[in-house]
């Protein structure tokens, strides 16, 4: 894995703009144009492989949450354990997910697991494809997001019933939220699904019927929400989501696996994995470094560092009351000042593709760059 | 295989696709008065005692000219067939053994986003 300065592409802007890729200078620099990361053949193959087991392995979890009854151990409220465990032992589909990697090519560690509403998706699937092309098109990139979610929409729409609209929130007034869900239900369309969007403080409920309705009256039948189920699951509508009916992407089980509890329960169940880190509810298990997450926190919020010798870190935000997990401190690679992650996608249980984000502190936040990447073959 | 052959993009090279017109299918359900009026319009396992008194049939909408309904709350929709007396009831109108309908005009809005009216959704 090198860090590799590039020249930028006349007119980039444009180019990033014309897929809808209108935050690429959000804060200053979002899509780093001038660097990229060179990997090689057999480090995207480790990637690869690491990711699907990573997928193997949260699956076997959730299964262990269930089994031993840890639901509120990683954050469920208990009135909604059984409509978790419900969607579970009907086995309802997940579309996609992110796992945060700790990389330096001779380690690599799961640092986090972006189970529910994970985000950088056009900039990894789009944007650095058509990077690649401009720059680099004769060598390749581990990239096939865009295939992948079409087929998982084509899978989907079969097993709908024709004509059914299927739906895309995200919150109003969050640029970046409604550029990822357009990106989602652009793939929905080319898939054939009947794709809408209607933003989340417009759905409709009638408690009377215990349905959801958009802005005509349809009732939603399926939704992809980029909306975390914690946060959904603590709104006024909450208790008329189990009995709605609704078909929901990410499906209600994932909130197990978006849950930074599921750390400790994944160390718990596979003590001394290579590719784990060991991780606990409880502190008092580290002598020195540690870092503290909230279950619940989103793009490096609250986050502590706590290092044995050196200045500790810690990071804003508003979570942290709903408990937090404690991991071993792996610090990020860090490349002349830059440290760098990397999100590695799984889409209907297949590894799809990576995305790379540096930051000029050890914690990856959403200002974090996105910076794109090749690999020789 | 890593490469992607194609990333092709419709929806936002073309804003036609937005002027598509929804099919809405508002959906409904029919009070009864009791229990034998909800089965002889619905059939015996798809009537529902409400705690205020009085029984519900299933979901149900018109479309194309039929009624589908929800059998059970997650099953998707089917055609009410001929054994569903209900499938009789022309658009419009009411069944006779029915006290009245609950339709989706009772929908109140803004339930959903005040926990994440700081922040943005993404991880």
């Known amino acids: ?377 | 295989m890593k490469r992607s052959k194609e990333v092709a993009l419709v929806l936002i090279a073309s804003a036609s696709l937005a002027a598509c017109g929804p099919d809405t299918q508002e959906t409904r359900r029919e009070v009864y008065s009791s229990r034998d009026k909800c089965v002889e319009d619905w059939g015996s396992d798809k009537c529902e005692e409400q705690a205020g008194g009085g029984y519900w049939g299933p979901h149900y909408y018109f479309y194309g000219g039929r009624t589908y309904f929800f059998p059970r709350g997650r099953d998707n929709a089917v055609p009410a067939g001929k054994d569903v007396r209900f499938s009789g009831v022309p658009q419009g109108t009411r069944s006779p053994r029915s006290l009245g309908t609950i339709t989706s005009t009772h929908v109140v809005r803004g339930g959903f986003g005040r926990t994440g009216s700081y922040h943005g959704s993404g991880s």
Not at chain 1, 43 to 58: F, K, S
Not at chain 1, 136 to 145: K, Y
Not at chain 1, 199 to 210: M, T
Not at chain 1, 222 to 248: H, I, Q, R
Request: proline residues 5%; hydrophobic residues 35%.
């Open chain 1, 1 to 377: 894995m090198k860090r590799i300065s590039i020249d930028r592409r006349p007119n980039w802007q444009e180019k990033l703009e014309d897929i809808g890729f209108t935050f690429h200078s959000l804060d200053g620099v979002y899509w780093n144009e001038g660097i990229c990361y060179e990997f090689t053949a057999e480090e995207i193959d480790w990637i690869e492989a690491v990711t699907g087991e990573m997928d193997r392995l949260c699956l076997e979890a959730v299964a262990y949450v269930m089994e031993k009854d840890l639901l509120e151990k990683v954050g469920v409220p208990w009135r909604h354990k059984d409509f978790i465990r419900e969607s579970w032992k009907r086995s309802d589909r997940s579309l996609y997910g992110r796992f945060d990697f700790f990389f330096d090519g001779d380690e690599l560690k799961l640092l986090e697991y972006n189970a529910d509403t994970p985000t950088s998706l056009i900039e990894s699937s789009v944007a650095q494809w058509m990077w690649l092309e401009d720059v680099f098109p004769r060598h390749d990139q581990f990239n096939s997001i865009h295939e992948k979610l079409t087929a998982a929409f084509r899978d989907i729409g079969r097993s709908m019933p024709g004509k059914t609209p299927f739906y895309f929130t995200c919150v109003q007034d969050h640029e970046e939220d409604f550029v990822n869900v357009e990106y989602l239900r652009d793939v929905a369309l080319q898939a054939g699904l009947d794709a809408r969007h209607l933003f989340i403080e417009d759905i409709g409920c009638s408690r009377e019927v215990g349905r959801f309705y958009d802005l005509e009256g349809g009732e939603i039948r399926y939704l992809f929400k980029l909306y975390p189920w914690e946060w959904m699951l603590n709104d006024e509508f909450a208790d008329s989501v189990p009995e709605s009916g609704m078909t929901l992407f990410e499906p209600p089980w994932k909130m197990v696996l978006s849950s930074k509890g599921i750390l400790p329960i994944l160390w718990e169940m596979y003590p001394d994995h290579e590719n784990l880190l060991p991780s606990y509810f409880d502190a008092s298990r580290f002598r020195g470094s540690y870092v503290r997450k909230p279950l619940f926190s989103r793009e490096g919020a609250n986050i502590f560092y706590r290092r044995r010798f050196g200045r500790s870190l810690q990071t804003e935000g508003t979570y942290g009351t709903e408990g937090s997990i404690f991991q071993e401190l792996k610090e990020l690679p860090c490349f002349e000042g830059n440290y760098a992650a990397i999100g590695s996608w799984i889409i209907s249980g297949e590894a799809a593709g990576i995305g790379v984000r540096e930051d000029d502190t050890p914690i990856t936040r959403n200002t974090s760059r996105f910076v794109p990447h090749y690999f020789k073959t």
